[in-house]
């Protein structure tokens, strides 16, 4: 089983950073797939989940209208497309499997392992 998160990196503030979560070793279909951001000094909170069937949407008001988040089922890949970036958008992001979006944190069964966004002037 593996989640295989990339794309993270440097880049100005407004600029723009595309995150892919890849999944192998299980049934990818079963689950939604979350962003949780993870900010220097705090804690763990998901940004955005996508579910699996209709691909509903779900985005935190901090990135709301500046992020978009799709699946391609045929790659069993999530892409996060982040724009408009901010200082405050400095995190490690993860992927993680969740039964539905809208179940927290705990409910993660299969985490990725991280990667890192940097956003400066």
């Known amino acids: 089983v593996q989640l295989q998160a990339s794309g993270g990196g440097s880049a100005q503030i407004g600029g723009s950073l595309r995150l892919s979560c890849s999944a192998s070793?299980?049934?990818?279909?079963?689950?939604?797939i979350a962003w949780f951001q993870e900010p220097p000094g705090k804690g763990r909170e998901e940004v955005s989940c996508i579910n699996s069937g209709d691909g509903s949407t779900r985005f935190a008001d901090s990135v709301k209208g500046r992020w978009t988040i799709s699946r391609d089922n045929a790659k069993s890949t999530v892409y996060l497309q982040m724009s408009s970036l901010k200082p405050e958008d400095t995190a490690v992001y993860y992927c993680a499997t969740l039964p539905k979006c809208g179940y927290n944190l705990g409910y993660v069964r299969y985490w990725g392992q991280g990667t890192q966004v940097t956003v400066s002037s």
């Open positions: 070793g299980f049934s990818w279909n079963h689950y939604a």
